[in-house]
């Protein structure tokens, strides 16, 4: 990432942090959870959240690994669609911005994995869904007591400082760095070269030797598929019963879903 992305990112934090603040406690409110508490396990959290605004979310290993989830909106049922091709780290944070493009943004959108495509922070939709997924899964209070707790285990060594935040919170190694900077806690250029520098490698080399879980950053390749469509035909079916919605409507649904899972496995 460069300097000058970097710096777009921390202006846009600046200027808007109050707004996708009041968002994040929307909501928080919405899913009956604690504003600025941790989250243990986002997809649980949000799964219900989810099916409350149409949404049915499930993981399956993408044929492309730049792609972190895509969220789809179809015939009456819309589809938030995990990569588990990737490591953990990298499907929490993405599932965190996908909440932001259903309740705040758009419909349809497809979100990259890290902070390190060129065209990532260009468009504000993504400014602000990252900003959101940074302040939901990092939340400021607890965030800069465990970066305290943490930088004095490590002996003051921010990298070693970072591995363990982004073992504890287990979201990716980029996403603590960008919101130790917004929040001030990591300062001077010189430094910022140096923690940029780390790789995948790196970072799995870190989290081993300070005893912590390397699995995070592996994929899990689980695929819902299979259970995804026997539950939409379970439901189609006892709407057709209900007279809610009609046969032609549920099997367009599993159509357009067959074809969405196709095109995601590159089949």
Known sequence: MNVERLRKIITYSESDREEIDSKV??????????YDSDLLNILQIVRSSFQKKGYLVF????????????????????YVVLNTSL???NVNFAIAHEIYHVFFGSEEFVSKVEFVDD??????????????AGMLLMPEVSFRRMYSKFKDESGGDEIGTIVRLMSYYQVPYMAVLIRCLELGLI????????????DRAGVKQQLTELWLDESIMEPSLRDDYIHIEALVGRFGREFI?????????????????????AKIKGE
């Open 59 to 78: 993981e399956i290993p993408f044929a492309d690994d730049e792609i972190g989830a895509l969220c789809y909106r179809g015939d009456g049922l819309g």
């Open 25 to 34: 406690k929307r909501f928080c409110s919405f899913a009956g959870i604690e």
């Open 241 to 261: 019963e209900d007279k809610y919605i009609n046969e032609r409507t549920v099997s367009k649904a599993l159509k357009n879903m067959r074809e969405l899972y």
């Open 119 to 132: 065209h990532y922070y260009e468009h504000e939709g993504e400014y602000a869904a990252n900003l959101f």
């Open 187 to 198: 300062k001077g250029n010189a430094e910022l070269d140096v923690l940029f520098s780390i």
């Open 87 to 89: 490591p953990k780290v």
